[in-house]
Nanobody, 123 residues
Framework: QVLLVESGGGLVQAGGSLRLSCAAS????????MGWFRQAPGKEREFVIA????????SYVDSVKGRFTISRDNAKNTVYLQMNSLKPEDTAAYYC????????????????WGQGTQVTVSS
Protein backbone atom coordinates (compact mmCIF):
# COMPACT_ATOMS: atom_id res chain seq x y z
CA GLN A 1 0.00 0.00 0.00
CA VAL A 2 1.34 3.41 -0.99
CA LEU A 3 0.24 6.40 1.03
CA LEU A 4 0.77 9.95 -0.20
CA VAL A 5 0.99 12.99 2.07
CA GLU A 6 1.12 16.48 0.58
CA SER A 7 2.52 19.59 2.24
CA GLY A 8 3.51 23.14 1.34
CA GLY A 9 0.20 24.70 0.38
CA GLY A 10 -0.81 28.14 1.55
CA LEU A 11 -1.76 31.69 0.62
CA VAL A 12 0.40 33.67 -1.77
CA GLN A 13 0.03 36.84 -3.80
CA ALA A 14 -0.20 36.73 -7.56
CA GLY A 15 3.27 36.48 -9.07
CA GLY A 16 4.60 34.64 -6.05
CA SER A 17 5.89 31.10 -5.64
CA LEU A 18 5.09 28.00 -3.64
CA ARG A 19 6.68 24.58 -3.40
CA LEU A 20 4.54 21.54 -2.73
CA SER A 21 5.93 18.25 -1.52
CA CYS A 22 4.42 14.79 -1.63
CA ALA A 23 5.94 12.15 0.58
CA ALA A 24 5.17 8.55 -0.27
CA SER A 25 5.31 5.54 1.95
CA UNK A 26 5.65 2.05 0.61
CA UNK A 27 8.23 0.32 -1.49
CA UNK A 28 6.60 0.96 -4.85
CA UNK A 29 7.34 4.69 -5.05
CA UNK A 30 10.40 4.29 -7.24
CA UNK A 31 8.39 2.32 -9.80
CA UNK A 32 5.49 4.76 -9.91
CA UNK A 33 4.75 7.68 -12.15
CA MET A 34 3.94 10.60 -9.86
CA GLY A 35 2.10 13.81 -10.44
CA TRP A 36 -0.31 16.49 -9.39
CA PHE A 37 -3.94 17.24 -10.06
CA ARG A 38 -5.95 20.19 -8.84
CA GLN A 39 -9.57 20.97 -8.18
CA ALA A 40 -11.03 24.44 -7.86
CA PRO A 41 -14.40 25.03 -6.17
CA GLY A 42 -17.26 24.04 -8.45
CA LYS A 43 -14.93 22.52 -11.03
CA GLU A 44 -13.79 19.04 -11.92
CA ARG A 45 -10.41 17.76 -10.87
CA GLU A 46 -7.85 18.40 -13.61
CA PHE A 47 -4.42 17.04 -14.42
CA VAL A 48 -1.56 19.49 -13.87
CA ILE A 49 1.82 17.82 -14.25
CA ALA A 50 3.50 14.42 -13.87
CA UNK A 51 6.92 12.80 -13.96
CA UNK A 52 7.99 9.28 -14.83
CA UNK A 53 9.62 7.11 -12.20
CA UNK A 54 13.03 7.55 -13.88
CA UNK A 55 12.53 11.31 -14.13
CA UNK A 56 13.22 11.41 -17.87
CA UNK A 57 9.66 12.08 -18.98
CA UNK A 58 7.37 14.91 -17.88
CA SER A 59 3.81 15.74 -18.92
CA TYR A 60 1.93 18.92 -18.10
CA VAL A 61 -1.10 20.96 -18.98
CA ASP A 62 -0.43 23.98 -21.20
CA SER A 63 -1.64 26.46 -18.61
CA VAL A 64 1.35 25.76 -16.34
CA LYS A 65 4.04 25.54 -19.00
CA GLY A 66 7.05 27.65 -18.08
CA ARG A 67 5.70 28.29 -14.56
CA PHE A 68 5.46 24.90 -12.81
CA THR A 69 8.28 22.39 -12.44
CA ILE A 70 8.06 18.85 -11.14
CA SER A 71 10.93 16.82 -9.73
CA ARG A 72 11.41 13.73 -7.62
CA ASP A 73 13.90 12.28 -5.20
CA ASN A 74 13.48 8.52 -5.22
CA ALA A 75 15.90 8.14 -2.31
CA LYS A 76 13.53 10.25 -0.20
CA ASN A 77 10.33 8.90 -1.74
CA THR A 78 9.28 12.45 -2.42
CA VAL A 79 8.00 14.40 -5.41
CA TYR A 80 8.05 18.18 -5.57
CA LEU A 81 6.00 20.77 -7.41
CA GLN A 82 7.64 24.16 -7.77
CA MET A 83 5.07 26.77 -8.75
CA ASN A 84 6.26 30.16 -9.92
CA SER A 85 4.46 33.19 -11.32
CA LEU A 86 1.29 32.05 -9.64
CA LYS A 87 -2.03 33.41 -10.87
CA PRO A 88 -5.41 33.64 -9.12
CA GLU A 89 -6.69 30.96 -11.47
CA ASP A 90 -4.16 28.55 -9.95
CA THR A 91 -6.20 28.62 -6.74
CA ALA A 92 -7.31 25.07 -5.99
CA ALA A 93 -6.81 22.04 -3.83
CA TYR A 94 -3.76 20.23 -5.15
CA TYR A 95 -3.65 16.45 -5.02
CA CYS A 96 -0.65 14.19 -5.34
CA UNK A 97 -1.22 11.06 -7.42
CA UNK A 98 0.64 7.87 -8.23
CA UNK A 99 0.40 5.33 -11.00
CA UNK A 100 2.24 2.23 -9.94
CA UNK A 101 4.24 -0.06 -12.21
CA UNK A 102 4.21 2.41 -15.11
CA UNK A 103 7.33 3.78 -16.76
CA UNK A 104 5.79 6.77 -18.54
CA UNK A 105 4.44 10.09 -17.30
CA UNK A 106 0.78 9.89 -18.28
CA UNK A 107 -1.62 9.82 -15.37
CA UNK A 108 -4.77 8.79 -17.19
CA UNK A 109 -4.91 6.05 -14.59
CA UNK A 110 -4.27 6.77 -10.91
CA UNK A 111 -3.82 4.10 -8.25
CA UNK A 112 -3.25 6.26 -5.19
CA TRP A 113 -4.35 9.78 -4.21
CA GLY A 114 -3.14 12.07 -1.49
CA GLN A 115 -5.51 13.97 0.75
CA GLY A 116 -4.85 17.33 -0.92
CA THR A 117 -3.34 20.65 0.07
CA GLN A 118 -4.91 24.05 -0.54
CA VAL A 119 -3.22 26.70 -2.66
CA THR A 120 -4.79 30.15 -2.68
CA VAL A 121 -3.46 32.92 -4.90
CA SER A 122 -4.70 36.42 -4.15
CA SER A 123 -4.88 39.12 -6.79
Amino acid sequence: QVLLVESGGGLVQAGGSLRLSCAASGRTFSRSAMGWFRQAPGKEREFVIAISWSGDSISYVDSVKGRFTISRDNAKNTVYLQMNSLKPEDTAAYYCAARRGYSGSRLDEVDVWGQGTQVTVSS
